[in-house]
């Protein structure tokens, strides 16, 4: 195919720039041309990497089919290339996500494991925890709260396996093992997992997820009787927080509950 570009490396160059300048529509053309221009001269790492370009640039087109598939056969040909790769994780995690967000949890579930196995190959206890947490959400959504719960333990343990523990992320898990309780009614149970966010989140100043902690104590507390002052109190704690992390969103919704709870 003639092309403007004298090299598959100078129509990648192109497009990279015109995606820069939020011309995605124009950098489509000159990823083809590179992808052809690489496929030609078989220089299949640049394949991989003409591929990712273009997968990413059809998802933010919100062409997901066409960037599903092209993230799949960068997977498939990087993992052929090299296998140990660190990245093959990455591309795997990446075509989960695509899933998900097509609203196809089997494949999701399915390409987000593949991703968690590479990052335990590779030692990667952050991106296994990440891992873990997006295949407890799709549990979720199928409503199985038991086996969401099970994955979200699994990566703090990963994490807690590997120094230094990354407490932000711990204290994020233990969250949504929270919100998990919660949306079944186990108020205990909730109220234990938010105090072990609190717990890991004020060792990092992780403000954000301080209110976080502190407004689900404020709902947990506001179900049960006789616990309203506490609840008030919790809600405080959380616009607080809110305020310190620069977020006048969620101090807003905590206002509510606080105001709820006077």
């Not at 000159?30 to 790492?45: I, M, S």
């Not at 990497?49 to 990087?78: H, P, W």
């Not at 969401?148 to 994020?172: S, Y």
Request: with cysteine; hydrophobic share 40%.
């Amino acid at each position: 195919m003639l092309t403007p570009y004298s090299s598959p490396d100078d129509a990648l160059e192109a497009a990279q720039q015109l995606i820069a300048e939020g011309k995605l529509e124009d950098a489509l053309p000159a990823l083809d041309a590179a992808l052809d221009g690489f496929t030609v001269q078989h220089e299949k790492f640049g394949v991989v990497l003409a591929l990712k370009i273009a997968s990413e640039t059809n998802r933010d087109l919100n062409r997901l089919d066409t960037a599903v598939e092209q993230m799949e056969r960068a997977y498939y040909l990087l993992k052929e290339l090299k296998p140990t790769a660190e990245q093959v994780g990455d591309f795997a995690t990446e075509t989960g996500s695509i899933y998900a967000q097509m609203g196809l949890l089997d494949e999701s579930e399915q390409w987000y494991s593949v991703g968690a196995r590479e990052y335990a190959a590779h030692a990667r206890a952050d991106g296994y925890a990440h891992n873990m947490i997006c295949l407890a959400g799709i549990y979720r959504q199928r409503g199985d709260e038991v086996t969401a719960r099970a994955q979200l333990a699994t990566g703090i343990t990963v994490l807690k396996g590997k120094e230094p523990v990354n407490t932000e992320k711990v204290a994020e898990i233990h969250l949504d093992i929270a919100h998990s309780f919660m949306a079944e009614g186990k108020l205990s149970d909730a109220e234990s997992s938010l105090a072990l966010v609190l717990e890991y989140a004020t060792k990092t100043d992780a403000h954000l997820l301080v209110g976080e902690a502190y407004q689900g104590l404020a709902i947990v507390k506001a179900q049960q009787e006789g616990l309203r002052r506490q609840a008030h109190a919790h809600a405080q704690q959380a616009i607080d927080a809110f305020e310190l992390a620069g977020d006048s969103e969620r101090a807003d919704f905590a206002r509510h509950i606080h105001e709820r709870t006077s």
